[in-house]
């Protein structure tokens, strides 16, 4: 004890770190569902979308990751209207590569831009003063689903059960000792941030500004966001040398900030 102040124990400094931590914790998940405030017109980028600029979607589908050049992607959908204001959904049928079928990976790039950019036109694609870009992979590693299921009855007997388990164990060993192969994602899903509000110049959320893109006017473009979130294991098709095309659903949902 100092001059009658005492110091205070050690429960009480690990409670209040503790506090601290958590409130922080709940001011920073906040800030997620918060648009970010902006005082003046000046001081924001005010959003490309703001102005109902048209737009088309192109979606390809390449063995690289990065493509350098048009012959390498393979355009399986164009909407020369996009209407990035509401829920959108379209089923696609795929070619898949030998590549891909003899365990290659496989990837989604999708494109926004003014509906006068063709899909061949690659400088303009990449380059182009509005165009948006984001990528997916299409194909993940996985062991195959085992391809027997022991259903157990209500009134099996003991010599049953206990004949069905040495079978189960056994088909759970043989099950990891399979490799893993290329499975196919049949669904994606995409956002396009469509609120029309200013975002900061400072102090600008970290997921938000690393996304941001901006024009010779200083607007910021659309933001593509591809929520790889909301892929399930459900949607995975295992990719056998035989299959050579399959369904891919595309999804899309307009979002807001804080979403």
Known sequence: ML????????????CGLFVAYILQSVWTLGQLFVHPSCPAPTDCYQPLIATNPPLQLLAFTSLS?????????????????????TPYEELLEVQLPLRVRNNGSYFLHLFLTPPHIEPEDWSDLVRGEHSVYAFS???????????????LGEDNTQAQKEKE??????????????KAVTHFQSQVTFNILTDPVGLPRQDLPYDLGHALRLDSRGRYLPILHVDTLSARTRDLVEV????THTNLTLKYFPISTGS
């Open 240 to 243: 056998t040398p035989d299959l």
């Open 165 to 178: 388990n040495k079978e189960q164990q056994q088909n759970k060993q043989h099950h990891t000792a399979q």
């Open 137 to 151: 992979h299409l194909t993940e590693y996985q062991v195959p689903a085992a391809s027997t299921f022991t259903l």
């Open 3 to 14: 001059g009658g102040y005492r110091l205070p124990s050690l429960t009480t400094v690990v």
């Open 65 to 85: 990751r990065s493509p350098s050049h048009p012959r390498e992607l393979e355009l399986v959908h164009r909407l020369n209207s996009f209407p990035y204001d």
